[in-house]
């Protein structure tokens, strides 16, 4: 009993005193001190009774096992080492994984009552498409329709050149409707937002980190700023965290939505382009909200035969994250490994503790034959099991924490912290894991005892618990062979042009002055001219989109009924200037390229898979005509056929690409692409791009500019990489302990038929034929626990890789895990048969 | 007397015993045991392994408080007494204890008559 050992002195010398005074007088009514010390029954028993009510009979027996288990542990470092070591490592795994998931799943907004924060999400062909925009004239139709909503709210993204001095700024920004603060309930922290009478007026709200960054944090309500030329008055500063890169809602400030009235009107010259957030209206249910909304979405799909398939439905904020962020599935998948690899590392431990309570079985035996009660027996070892899980549970939260330090580090989307949620989630962990440790031994230790003192019969529960291990293990390494496979497969994938050294930036052509197209296109054909004479730049293009863009469109070919693009993938739409395909090596496969010469001619070049589409061999391309599927477009003639271009890392591009000149089709946004030359790195050219740039505009700001392929690998790889070496981390944590667990297995053999051994040995059996004889024994567990844990994995494999990786192959995933684990299973098994089977016949049979 | 002699005690009511026997008065473990031998004409005799940790759990509850004190020998002697909670215990204890005898008596004697 750990404290208080001076008070533990006094209350013992007053138990012994009171004891002794009734023996007395019981002496002295039966005559005897012997009969009466007979009849009262042992003076150690009832101290100890003693002070167990003293203490409260349940915690005074836990300190008491405590304290043995510290003192047990102390004696066999070796085996706590390896306990605490291995669920420590399962732990912090989970944990970390916890984390993720918390962040990612039950995280609720930070926004007041975020359960009642709805958002519309698109829907296509039955499936949500959250990142789909909406038309603004649904946004209207469904503010006066859907009752059960309130301050529904329309915003888009955007961004606009921030005039400061020298150089303007980039800042990215969104264009809300007046609800839109009211809708996530958040006041300003300084000034007020917008009225709906602000807004055709120009009024801009700041965010905290832009009035800190830009302004220095100086009082700002009340002045102007120059956005994109012209003057926006600010009306208010935002307090900081609202705008959480974690949530949709991220910006560094946010400007009144207007809409035109063709938008207003569902023209089809107009776009989908926001987004709606609201909020249930008191005492309205979500039910309510997504019946109103998808009724009048028939209505409209009804009223529109052409976007059949389309339409809209109402989420809670929270779901629609979820939704929106596609790694559901992985995010399920470590989870169930996280699972997965802890059970293993229990059985682990569970075995190490079988072992150890056969070794003890004798002092079990002697305890139960001093009367000791059984679930007194099984108490004890659960507590030392729960102070093994107790110290692994510290070095887990650790690793966890140092884990997702790591992984928030690496992936931009992922803001995992340990919380409230998260520590629930790892006690349950600890608890199960002192359930699966401590149980078995216990209720061995607390069985009937075969025989005191026998070494005892085959352990059936070790057996059991060893091959349930291996077949976790390699239901893990099934898993996480497939699935490291197919990321990485995924991220060798060719992009169909070259991103090495390649520098891309973006400036978007906004304000009073470049309205007119022609002063666009001025623009563009100053600072084409201007990046062709920057030192070290070898070759120079702009695009619209640029590299990282995405902008489909339906095309239409000549001479040839109109075709559908319904439910295909459109052709991705490329305005570009004749240097883009050279900066980038985009391969051209037939024809010719760009030339300043096409400035004004109708011409297209078009890459591989749109070329298969539209032109089956043995047609050609060349000189055919095609048009983009959008009013006042011309037909085009293609010159050039190029192969497809990815977008991002693991995209083949098989979407296809149609290239056009730029100087037709200007447009705000432009990128810019320049390859260095040799010597030169792509970032040393950005300082001197913007300098260019601040000289042709000094309204115009240099937005993300960075060497393409630190945005290619930032943008999902990073992620996805981390993962899969999370991955690999967890799968030699696995295979590492299935080692581990096989080699105690049969080392445990060993000695316990240390004496059959030699016997054996002495009758004439060779060392190589004892060796077998081991060997064989933990090979068959291990046959019986790969089979099954193979099968396991590819079902595993099958409902996760499907989603993640629809070429997924089970099939080679598990011949590989067969592979390794039966690698780990022979060595693991054959080291400690072979050294129990070259110990001397002699010693073994005089031990004990 | 042979051991067989004795009662068995039901599960419980040591406590009401001692918490009876407390009522008139502090007495030690040893008196304890004695007088409930006595009053219940040696019928029931408690076992010092039941005994004591039965006094220490009553105090741990707060239902006896110990002193110590002179016994009639003049030896230090660790006396029990009853406090508030104690003596509210043994009302609602002895109540209880009587509606259930008399209950399971009235089962009992019915079904004697019908038998």
């Known amino acids: 009993m750990p404290g208080w050992p001076w008070r533990r002195g006094r209350a013992e010398r007053e138990l012994e005193e009171e004891l002794q005074f009734h023996l007395e007088q019981a002496s002295e009514r039966y005559g005897s001190r012997r009969k009466a010390e007979a009849l009262l029954g042992g003076a150690e028993t009832i101290k100890e009774e003693c002070r167990a009510e003293r203490r409260g009979a349940w915690w005074g027996s836990v300190a008491r096992d405590l304290g043995l288990g510290v003192r047990l542990l102390r004696r066999s470092p070796g085996f706590a080492l390896t306990a605490v070591l291995t669920l ?60 059960a909503l309130q301050w529904l709210a329309a915003y888009s993204y955007g961004s606009s050149n921030l005039a400061s ?77 609202f705008s959480h890169s974690f949530w949709p809602f991220h910006s560094q400030m946010w400007i009144p939505l207007t809409f035109t009235r063709a938008q207003l009107q569902h023209e089809r010259s107009s776009s989908r382009s926001i987004f709606v957030v609201g909020r249930l209206r008191p005492g309205a249910t979500l039910a309510e909200a997504r019946s109103q909304i998808e009724a009048r979405s028939r209505q409209e799909t009804a009223a529109h035969p052409d976007e059949k398939g389309m339409g809209e439905t109402v989420l809670t904020l929270q779901n629609y994250f979820t939704e929106r962020d596609s790694n559901t599935t992985a995010l399920w998948m470590f989870v169930t490994l996280a699972i997965l690899i802890l ?31 059984r679930s007194r027996l099984v108490r004890q070892v659960l507590t030392e099991s729960t102070l093994l899980a107790g110290l692994a549970a510290a070095l887990g939260l650790t690793l966890g924490w140092l884990g997702i330090r790591v992984l928030n580090a690496n992936v931009d989307t992922l803001d995992a912290g340990v919380n409230g949620r998260v520590l629930v989630m790892v006690v349950a962990a600890v608890v199960v894991t002192v359930l699966c440790v401590g149980l078995p031994p216990a209720l061995q230790s607390a069985a009937r005892p075969r025989s005191a003192g026998s070494t005892g019969g085959r352990s059936r529960g070790r057996d059991l618990v060893v091959t349930a291990e291996i077949a976790l293990g390699a239901a893990s390494m099934v898993l996480i062979l497939g699935l490291v496979v197919s990321i990485r497969r995924n991220y060798a994938k060719p992009l169909g042009y070259n991103p090495d050294d390649v520098l891309a930036a973006n400036i978007a052509l906004r304000g009073p002055a470049y309205v007119a197209p022609e002063a666009q296109l001025a623009f563009l054909h100053r600072m084409a001219a201007a990046m062709e004479a920057l030192p070290g730049v070898a070759s120079s293009g702009l695009g619209s989109p640029g590299p990282l863009g995405w902008n489909e469109t339906a095309v239409q070919v000549r001479g040839r009924a109109p075709i559908s693009w319904q439910g295909k993938p459109m052709p991705k739409i490329f305005g570009i200037t004749d240097g883009y395909l050279k900066v980038l090596q985009i391969p051209l496969l037939a024809g010719r390229g760009l030339t300043a010469g096409d400035a004004s001619a109708p011409v297209a070049i078009i890459s591989r898979s749109v070329a298969r589409r539209l032109f089956p061999a043995p047609a050609s391309p060349l000189g055919q005509f095609i048009r983009m599927d959008t009013p006042g477009e011309p037909w085009r003639r293609i010159v050039g056929v190029t192969g497809d271009v990815g977008t991002y890392l693991g995209d083949d591009g098989s979407h296809g690409d149609v290239f056009e000149p730029l100087a037709q089709t200007p447009h705000a946004g ?3 692409v320049l390859r260095p030359s040799a010597g030169t790195s792509p970032a040393a050219l950005i300082s001197p791009l913007r300098q260019t740039l601040a000289r042709l505009d000094p309204t115009l700001a240099l937005a993300d500019a960075n060497p393409l392929l630190t945005t290619l690998r930032s943008q999902g790889e990073a992620g996805d990489m981390t993962f899969a070496h999370l991955l690999e981390m967890i799968g030699a944590l696995a295979l590492l302990l299935c080692a581990v667990g096989l080699y105690s297995v049969v080392a445990y053999e060993a000695v316990r038929r240390k004496r059959e051994l030699g016997v054996r040995q002495a009758l004439g059996a060779t060392s190589p034929q004892l060796q077998r004889m081991l060997f064989a024994a933990g090979a068959r567990l291990s046959l019986w626990g790969i089979g099954s844990g193979l099968v396991l994995g590819w079902i595993g494999l099958r409902v996760f890789g499907a989603a993640a990786d629809p070429d997924a192959r089970p099939w080679a995933a598990c011949i ?29 049979l005089r031990a004990d | 007397m042979d051991e067989e002699d004795f009662l068995d005690l039901p599960q419980g009511t040591l406590e009401l015993l001692i918490l009876r026997t407390l009522e008139l008065g502090p007495r030690h473990g040893w008196a304890i045991t004695e007088r409930i031998q006595q009053v219940s004409s040696e019928a029931l005799r408690v076992k010092q392994g039941s005994l004591y940790p039965a006094l220490h759990r009553m105090q741990r509850r707060g239902l006896l408080k110990a002193t110590w004190g002179a016994s009639e020998s003049n030896r230090r002697a660790r006396y ?19 509606r259930l005898t008399a209950a399971v008596g009235k089962v009992l004697d019915q079904a004697a008559e019908e038998g």
């Open chain 1, 88 to 147: 420590g490592l399962c732990l912090g795994c989970i944990s970390a994984v916890f984390a993720i998931f918390d962040a990612a799943m039950l995280r609720p907004p930070p926004f007041p009552n975020p359960g009642r924060i709805v958002m519309l999400s698109s829907v296509l062909d039955g499936k949500l498409a959250p990142d789909n925009p909406i038309w603004a004239a649904d946004f209207a139709d469904f503010r006066t329709s859907a009752a």
């Open chain 1, 165 to 241: 001095g020298g150089a303007a700024t980039h800042v990215s920004g969104m264009d809300v409707t007046a609800d839109f603060f009211r809708a996530l309930g958040v006041a300003p922290a300084r000034g007020r937002t917008f009225a709906a009478e602000d807004m055709d007026r120009r009024q801009v709200v700041l965010s905290h980190s832009l009035w800190q960054k830009q302004f220095g944090g100086a009082p700002m309500v009340g002045r102007r700023i120059l956005l994109d030329g012209m003057e926006y008055t600010v009306i208010g500063i935002m307090p900081a965290g």
């Open chain 1, 343 to 373: 059970l293993v590392g229990c059985a682990n431990v569970a075995g190490l503790g079988l072992g150890r309570a056969a070794a003890r079985a004798d002092e079990m035996a002697i305890r139960r034959a001093l009367g000791a009660a």
């Open chain 1, 670 to 672: 432009i990128s810019i």
């Open chain 1, 816 to 844: 590989a895990a067969l592979l390794l684990l039966a690698a780990v299973v022979v060595v693991a098994a054959w080291l400690p048969a072979r050294r129990a089977s070259r110990a001397d016949p002699l010693a073994a």
């Open chain 2, 80 to 98: 029990y007494e009853l406090t508030r909670q104690g003596r509210a215990r043994l009302r609602a204890g002895a109540e209880s204890w009587r």
